[in-house]
Nanobody, 124 residues
């Protein structure tokens, strides 16, 4: 059974930093893709980042401020966020789906498993 538990969300001022964590069970990085998404009030869910076999994919909107990483031993996915802006305020979700072995890159949508989310609020 796949379970994803996000943590690390908080309220910060513009320009601040946060690191989100997603503790996963029932998955391995070899057989599952994992990614970060976010959803702001009144907006559609937005892809943020994923780790591929050959690197990472980061959304253009956060490319120069956010990085994604993983701890294989802990099966934990991280999202390091720097220079946070007001528009980064959202619920951040971790997602997982079975990896298509013939593809080196993970998808940007269509994930099956989701965590409950962790709230990030950026305000002055």
């Amino acid at each position: 059974q796949v379970q994803l538990v996000e943590s690390g969300g908080d309220s910060v001022q513009p320009g601040g930093s946060l690191r989100l964590s997603c503790a996963a069970s029932g998955v391995t990085y070899d057989t599952y893709c994992m990614a970060w998404f976010r959803q702001a009030p009144g907006k559609d869910r937005e892809f943020i980042a994923t780790i591929n076999r050959d690197g990472t994919t980061i959304a253009n909107s956060v490319l120069d401020r956010f990085t994604i990483s993983k701890d294989n031993a802990k099966v934990t996915l991280y999202l390091q966020m720097k220079r946070l802006k007001l528009e980064d305020t959202a619920m951040y979700y971790c997602a997982a789906d079975r990896r298509v072995q013939s593809r080196s890159r993970c998808p940007l949508s269509g994930y099956t498993f989701w965590g409950q989310g962790t709230q990030v609020t950026v305000s002055s």
